[in-house]
Structure formats: structure tokens, C-alpha cells
Nanobody, 115 residues
């Protein structure tokens, strides 16, 4: 069974930093595009950051310059470094792996940014 397990969420003050991790099992992600999405209460899930199998990255305008997505294929993992956090970053953050026949999602990790 494919599993993506996120960790690193928590409560942080505005201006602080968090590093999210997503570790995959049941699949090898080296050839897969990976992404982080987030969903705040009452809002639609949105793309935060994306990284291709070649390491090319893309970011939502709202996080560009503050967040960095990276991958470590040897560890079968993807990361999201979040700096200069704002209250509007508060959301559940989900890891996505673009599989051959389907997309695989993690269960999410909650990030709360207080002012």
C-alpha cells in the first residue's frame, strides 16, 4: 500500500519558520513529480509548491520567496521549508505524488501561525 506521511506541522508565531517532511513508502518517488498543497478551513485546496522529477520547482505567488520545496530521492522524501510565516499560511498541508496511474495523497499535517 502506498503511503505518504507528512510531519513537521505545529504552532508557530508569525515570522517564524517550519520545515515539513513527506516520506513515501510503497512507491519509489524518484521518477515522480511531487507537490505540496494546503487547505484552510472553509477554503478550497490550493497548490503551494511543485517539484518535477528533474528538480524544477514552481510556487504559488503567495509563498514565492518564503517557501522552498526540495526532494531527497535517496530518502524517498520531499520537504517544504517555510520561512517568514504569516497567519494566512494557517492550513493543513498535504503531500502529493504523481504516480503512474493515479495521484497519491498524504493525510496532512496542520500548520497554525499565530499573530
Amino acid at each position: 500500500q502506498v503511503q505518504l506521511v507528512e510531519s513537521g506541522g505545529g504552532l508557530v508565531q508569525a515570522g517564524g519558520s517550519l520545515r515539513l517532511s513527506c516520506v513515501a513508502s510503497g512507491i519509489i518517488i524518484s521518477s515522480n513529480a511531487m507537490a505540496w498543497y494546503r487547505q484552510a478551513p472553509g477554503k478550497q485546496r490550493e497548490l503551494v509548491a511543485h517539484i518535477s522529477s528533474h528538480g524544477i520547482t514552481n510556487y504559488a505567488d503567495s509563498v514565492k520567496g518564503r517557501f522552498t520545496i526540495s526532494r531527497d530521492n535517496a530518502k524517498n522524501a520531499v520537504y517544504l521549508q517555510m520561512n517568514s510565516l504569516k497567519p494566512e499560511d494557517t492550513a493543513s498541508y498535504y503531500c502529493l505524488s504523481r504516480g503512474v496511474a493515479m495521484d497519491y495523497w498524504g493525510k496532512g499535517t496542520l500548520v497554525t501561525v499565530s499573530s
